[in-house]
């Protein structure tokens, strides 16, 4: 069964760092591009970032383009968000999933960018 696992958000001040981290399982992780997720309450979830199946080639939202990097672990089943730079409007439950969505999601992770 595919499930993911998010973890790594929490509280930040505006400016600051996080890593989100995504442990994949259930499917040939290295065959499929993966992306990240938001849903910031009573808005629709977004696509913020992609990555490539050889974790060769990224992709991001113009909102946080310059900010964000992913990055896809193969040997680990793992990928992860580097997030730099964070605003309020970053504030939102974070999910990872294959490019374009799935069936199943995991719990998300929570980020919260605040003074």
């Known amino acids: ?53 050889g974790g060769t080639r990224t992709d991001y939202a113009d909102s946080v383009k310059r900010r964000f990097a992913i990055s896809k672990d193969n040997a680990k089943n793992t990928v992860y968000l580097q997030m730099n730079s964070l605003k309020p409007e970053d504030t939102a439950v974070y999910y990872c999933n294959f490019r374009g969505g799935g069936v199943y999601w995991g719990q998300g992770t929570q980020v919260t960018v605040s003074s």
């Open 1 to 53: 069964q595919v499930q993911f696992v998010e973890s790594g958000g929490g509280l930040v001040e505006p400016g600051g760092s996080l890593t989100l981290s995504c442990a994949a399982s259930g499917f040939r992780f290295d065959m499929y591009a993966m992306s990240w997720y938001r849903q910031a309450p009573g808005k629709e979830r977004e696509v913020v970032a992609t990555v490539t199946a």
